[in-house]
């Protein structure tokens, strides 16, 4: 009887040292493997620091490769907003994107007076000539960049009879443009915006 009761005592301190030892396991290693929610609030603001900064280096920078980049950007926008505002619809649509506030509404302005009048524009674009960066500057967090371009193009203003009112569909022009284009350079967003025709 002795031998059983020493058995039992035997099993119930080894149940009492196995539950011991998994309750420390537990809470060293946790109860599942794995990530299982938000970093550490101090990790999460490192992390989003280091990030940070990471990015506004990057942004910051305007060297020759970053400059060759724009300017194949600023050349593509330049056709998509000179070829958008001479169309014959009289409607700012693919360039909307692509113009600050102020420039759309300068824009549109003169599109719907245009309207107005009853005529309308008919454009081809031959293609661009050159395109040089003349200046870019810096202004707090906002990166302006001067782009001097010289494009040909055919184009004439037509009324609703299809008269025409100026310029020569039959004629290519030479057109000399400088424009001012803009972003913040801490904005996850890459896109530039025309912010200012010069000429």
């Known amino acids: 009887m002795m031998n059983y009761s020493f058995e039992y005592i035997d099993i119930i301190l080894l149940a009492m040292i196995a539950g011991f030892i998994f309750l420390r396991l537990r809470g060293i290693l946790g109860k599942r493997t794995g990530f299982e929610g938000k970093a550490p609030a101090q990790f999460d603001k490192i992390l989003k620091e280091t990030v940070s900064k990471k990015t506004t280096q990057i942004k910051e920078t305007f060297d020759k490769n970053d400059q ?3 300017l194949n950007g600023a050349k593509i926008a330049y ?19 692509l113009l600050n506030k102020e420039i759309y509404n300068q824009f549109n302005e003169a599109l719907k007076e245009r309207s107005a009048r009853g005529h309308y524009a008919e454009i081809t674009f031959i293609g661009i000539n050159s395109a040089a960066i003349k200046e870019h500057k810096k202004i707090d967090k906002i990166l302006n960049v001067t782009v001097e371009f010289i494009a040909e193009i055919i184009t004439c203003i037509k009324d609703k009879d299809k008269k025409i009112i100026s310029g020569d569909p039959e004629k290519i022009k ?11 350079v801490t904005s996850a967003n890459p896109n530039w915006q025309l912010v200012s025709t010069l000429t």
Not at 79 to 97: A, M, Q, W
Not at 174 to 184: G, H, L, N, Q
């Open 68 to 70: 060759k980049e724009f």
């Open 79 to 97: 056709e998509t907003i000179i070829t958008d505002f001479s169309d014959n619809d009289n409607k700012l649509t693919t360039s909307k994107p």
């Open 174 to 184: 030479k057109i000399y443009d400088t424009w001012v284009f803009s972003r913040d």
